[in-house]
Every structure is written in structure tokens, then in C-alpha cells.
């Protein structure tokens, strides 16, 4: 079957503009996560939703920073008002369920950010 | 949050060498997986591996959970291993499932 899938793989704007970066998890994952990396590091956690609920949004950096799942499925990253610190790579995962190895989280190939 | 360290930060091999990556990790954890980012950035999931010893081919992992740390062994290395291996948790004393992940160890195999 078909693993996370992410859009676009990049994205270049200006800095003041807004971005939704998209991502697809796997079928039939119920937990969905957004993490970002910046060069050389580990990847951060940003958010992350049980099928349609937000479990939790502390990794957000700030209310310019949101995210929604509105089915349970695909699922949007919104930066509004972008600033040149916002440039990362934006990772996706899913995962099954929540015992055992139905945690394993699977990455998508990520979406690589650049604000001008 | 919990704290994730691995070492060495950087390793070169000759093909055909074998190595062994370390993840120390500062509380119990209920998740531990290893990756192998790719040169491409691709997030390649190795090893769910919260306890114990598991084995894929030329790559091996053990976690020994008591003593909060995690071994990736690698066999017979290939120019194909290159890139960098993160390992990355769950706190056990979390409901929630965010990975916490270390800096990583790069991986240089020349042919």
C-alpha cells in the first residue's frame, strides 16, 4: 500500500505570506503527526491528532502555527504571516493504533519549506 | 521532555565494516524506534523496538530498557548505509505520542 504522502515536497514564498503544507497517512491510520527539522538536528514535535481530535498542540511555536484534520484522514499545517525562522523541513507521520507496534510512526518524505 | 543522546555524532567506515550506534535515553520510555534518514531526507523507519532484540538483514538493534539504552548494529556495511540514524522515544509516563528525537549519528561508508 501506499506510505505518507506529502505536498508540495517544496515550497519557496516570501516572507508575510501564508502556506498550508498537506499531508496523506497511510489508510486506515488513526493517529496522525507533525513534526519539524532543521539542518542537522533531530526532527521536533509540532502537533498531533487521534482521528479528527487535536490530542495535543504544545510543540506549536507560536499562534501564527496551526493545524487541523477535519475527516480523521488528510490533514493541513497552516503558517500564516511566514518569517525566515519558519524554513524547515515539515514531517507528516502515522500510525496505526495506539498499543504495542501499532504505534510506530511512519514519515512521510516531508515538505521543505523556504521563506524569502 | 525526555532526553535522547546519541554517539558517536559522526562515523566513517569501509565498506564491509561493521559498527554499533548507541541511543541513551533519560527516562522510561514506551516506544523507541530507530530511522536511517537517507541522503535524499527520506525518514526510513528501521526498528520499533521498545525492549529486546530484534533482527533485519544486516541491521540489529537491543534495547535494554532497565538500564535506558539502545544499541543499532550494523554488519557488512554498504555504501547504501550512508546517511544519518536518529533514535527516538516515547515517555512511558506519557499518554500522548510524541516521538523525542536525538541529534542523530552520521554515517559515512566509502567504497
Known amino acids: 500500500g501506499a506510505g505518507v504522502s506529502q505536498s508540495p515536497r517544496y515550497k519557496v514564498t516570501k516572507r508575510g505570506q501564508d502556506v498550508a503544507l498537506r499531508c496523506d497517512p497511510i489508510s486506515g491510520h488513526v493517529s496522525l503527526y507533525w513534526y519539524r527539522q532543521a539542518l542537522g538536528q533531530g526532527p521536533e514535535f509540532l502537533t498531533y491528532f487521534n482521528y479528527e481530535a487535536q490530542q495535543d498542540k504544545s510543540g506549536l511555536p507560536n499562534d501564527r502555527f496551526s493545524a487541523e484534520r477535519p475527516e480523521g484522514s488528510i490533514s493541513t499545517l497552516t503558517i500564516q504571516r511566514t518569517e525566515q525562522r519558519d524554513s524547515a523541513m515539515y514531517r507528516c507521520?502515522?500510525?496505526?493504533?495506539?498499543?504495542?507496534?501499532?504505534?510506530?510512526?511512519?514519515f512521510g518524505p516531508g515538505t521543505r519549506l523556504l521563506v524569502l | 521532555g525526555i532526553q535522547v543522546e546519541q554517539s558517536p555524532p559522526d562515523l566513517i567506515l569501509q565498506e564491509g565494516a561493521n559498527s554499533t550506534l548507541r541511543c541513551n535515553f533519560s527516562?522510561?520510555?514506551?516506544?523507541l524506534q530507530w530511522f536511517h534518514q537517507n541522503p535524499w531526507g527520506q525518514l526510513i523507519n528501521l526498528f520499533y523496538i521498545p525492549s529486546g532484540t530484534k533482527q533485519n538483514g544486516r541491521l540489529s538493534a537491543t534495547t535494554v530498557a532497565t538500564e535506558r539504552y539502545s544499541l543499532l548494529y550494523i554488519s557488512s556495511s554498504q555504501t547504501t548505509d550512508s546517511g544519518v540514524y536518529f533514535c527516538?522515544?516515547?515517555?512511558?509516563?506519557?499518554?500522548?505520542?510524541?516521538?523525542?528525537f536525538g541529534r542523530g549519528t552520521q554515517l559515512t561508508v566509502w567504497p
Open positions: 507521520a502515522s500510525s496505526l493504533g495506539f498499543a504495542g507496534p501499532e504505534k510506530t510512526q511512519y
Open positions: 527516562d522510561s520510555v514506551n516506544n
Open positions: 527516538a522515544v516515547v515517555d512511558r509516563g506519557s499518554t500522548l505520542g510524541r516521538l523525542y
